[in-house]
Each structure stands twice: as C-alpha cells, then as structure tokens.
C-alpha cells in the first residue's frame, strides 16, 4: 500500500508595504520570535505534514535561511526557494520546488500565525476526502454589490464566506491548475479560484474569525493579544 505523502508551501515572498518596518511583516517580531515560526514550528508539530517548503523573496533568501531557519532548526524544510513578482507566480515556484510525489499540498501564508493545530487537520483530511478544501468563514455583515457609487443588489449573507489559508489539495491537481492558468496568463485572487476554474468543487472547512491575515501593525498587535489569551 502506498504511504501518503504531504507537503506544507509556506508562501513569504510579499513585500508587506502597507505595514510598514523595516522588515517585510513575515519576518515581524511577535511575542520575541519571526512572525513565520509560528507556522512553521505548527507544520514541524503536525504528523500529517511530511516536508516544508518555503518561498521568500531572492533579496530575503539569506535572512530567512540564517535569521528564521537556522534559529528555530525545523526538520521538515525541504527546500528554500525564491517567489516570484505575484503571489500566484511564488506559490508556482514553490509547486515547482516540491519533491515528487506528494499526495497533498497545503498552502498557507506565512503571515497567518494564528493558525491551530484542529483546523490545520481537519482542512488536510477532508482534502484527502475531497480533492479540494480550504477554511473560511461566513461573512458578518451585509454585503453589497456596488457599481457606480450606488447600490445594485443586496447578496445573501449567508451564502458569503471569507476565505483563509491553508487552502489544500491534491498536489498533481492544483500543480496542473497553476501550469494552465500560468499558460492561458489567468490570475486568480487565491488557490482555491484556480482549483474551481480547472479542476472541480473545493470543500469548506469552518474556519476561525481569530485566523487572521496580518497586514497593517494594528493587525499585529491584535496577533499578541491573541496569542496571549487576551482577547
């Protein structure tokens, strides 16, 4: 019987300019370590998760391997590769570094740190299942479509998830996606668009409203209180 196979893409190839520093925000100092440990020291723990590969930008490829990699020493990183200018193109690059034959892929933001173990389980398991599955969460207030400055419809609150990372799949299928929207020049605002568009209905794992995307400094600090219990 052949033996599953996960790899973990750990994308940090984004710039952060809305957060301003000195460093790019995946890199951060949160609660006295980088931002990204978190989520790497999380795939490290995590039984289901076979290797690690990390995309960061080529001017960053020094400071992540001395400054992150070597502090924290995860066994699990199998490759660190360079991202490209979108972060389409960097989770290409880091699809491309993965050792084949991997069953699942789990893509995930490095600057998500807030990530769990249950939900990190639970996303590659039904993706297992599925083929496709991501977190999300369902929308809190009205939603409208807007065009002009004016209101044209209201939508159905309950049918609007906000999508979160990791988003998993099989690994052939959405390396497949990728190669086909990278040749027909398609950009698609997450993964799970591009597994939709090409490869078939993606799962929705109810995710965690405290799973947050760090983008501006407000956002880290809310990522301490968090991670301190405090909120």
């Given at each position: 019987m052949?033996?599953r ?6 994308v940090?190839a ?6 301003g ?7 951060a ?25 990390l995309v ?7 400071y ?9 020493r995860?066994?699990?990183i199998?490759?660190?590769t ?11 690059a ?6 084949p034959g ?11 740190p807030?990530l ?11 993706a297992?299942?599925t ?5 999300a ?34 690994f ?12 027909a020049g398609?950009e ?8 939709e568009?090409?490869?078939?209905r993606v ?18 600090i ?8 405090s909120?």
């Open positions: 052949k033996t196979r996960n790899t973990a893409l750990v940090a984004g710039g952060g300019s809305r957060f520093g000195e460093l790019p925000k995946q890199f100092d949160l609660l006295g370590k980088p931002m990204i440990a978190y989520c790497l020291e999380l795939f490290e723990r995590c039984n289901l998760i076979d290797e690690v590969v960061v930008a080529e001017d960053y490829l020094v992540a391997s001395q400054k992150v990699v070597d502090k924290i995860p066994k699990k199998n490759r660190l360079t991202g490209g200018e979108s972060r389409q193109e960097s989770v290409m880091g699809l491309s570094a993965c050792q991997a069953d699942l892929v789990v893509i995930h933001d490095a600057v998500r807030l769990t173990m249950d939900l990190l389980r639970k996303t590659i398991e039904k297992a299942e083929g496709g599955a991501i977190l969460v369902p929308f809190r207030e009205s939603v409208k479509l807007v065009e002009g400055g004016s209101i044209v419809r209201t939508l159905i609150r309950d049918t609007v998830w906000i999508a979160q990372t990791p988003q998993v799949f099989r052939e299928s959405i390396l497949d996606a990728h190669r086909r929207a990278e040749a398609n698609a605002t997450d993964d799970s668009e591009l597994y568009q090409y490869c078939g799962s929705i794992i109810h995710g965690s409203y405290n799973n947050i995307k760090i983008t501006t400094g407000g956002d880290l809310l990522a301490a209180e968090l991670l301190k219990g909120v």
